[in-house]
Nanobody, 123 residues
Framework: QVQLVESGGGLVQAGGSLRLSCTAS????????MGWFRQAPGKERELVAA????????YYADSVKGRFTISRDNSKNTVYLQLNSLKPEDTAVYYC????????????????WGQGTQVTVSP
C-alpha cells in the first residue's frame, strides 16, 4: 500500500503561481509512474500531467501545456506540479496518483490516490 499526501494548494489571483507537492510512502518510489489529476465541481476528473517511472517522459493536457510543469525527485519520494499563469478555470481539487511500473500514464487507472488539495484561482 502506498500513501500519497498532497500539499501546496491555496487561493491565488489569476496570473499567479503555485507549486503542489505530493510525497509518497513507497519504499521504491522510482518504481511508480506519477500523475496529477484535477476535478472541478460538476466535472469529471481529468489527467493534467504525468511522468513515467523508467525514462521520465512527461505528458501534459493541452489545457495546461506551457503553464504547468511536472517533476519528480526520487530521493525525496516526491512529485511536484508547478502551476504558472493560473486561470480561474484551473480551479479544482488536485490529486496525485501512482501507478506501479508502467509507462502507460494517460489513463485514469492509477493504483493509489492522494486525498487532494484545493486550488482556487480568483479573477
Amino acid at each position: 500500500q502506498v500513501q500519497l499526501v498532497e500539499s501546496g494548494g491555496g487561493l491565488v489571483q489569476a496570473g499567479g503561481s503555485l507549486r503542489l507537492s505530493c510525497t509518497a510512502s513507497a519504499r521504491t518510489f522510482s518504481d511508480y509512474a506519477m500523475g496529477w489529476f484535477r476535478q472541478a465541481p460538476g466535472k469529471e476528473r481529468e489527467l493534467v500531467a504525468a511522468v513515467t517511472w523508467s525514462d521520465g517522459l512527461k505528458y501534459y493536457a493541452d489545457s495546461v501545456k506551457g503553464r504547468f510543469t511536472i517533476s519528480r525527485d526520487n530521493s525525496k519520494n516526491t512529485v511536484y506540479l508547478q502551476l504558472n499563469s493560473l486561470k480561474p478555470e484551473d480551479t479544482a481539487v488536485y490529486y496525485c496518483a501512482a501507478r506501479f511500473r508502467t509507462n502507460v500514464i494517460i489513463t485514469l487507472r492509477y493504483d493509489f490516490w492522494g486525498q487532494g488539495t484545493q486550488v482556487t484561482v480568483s479573477p
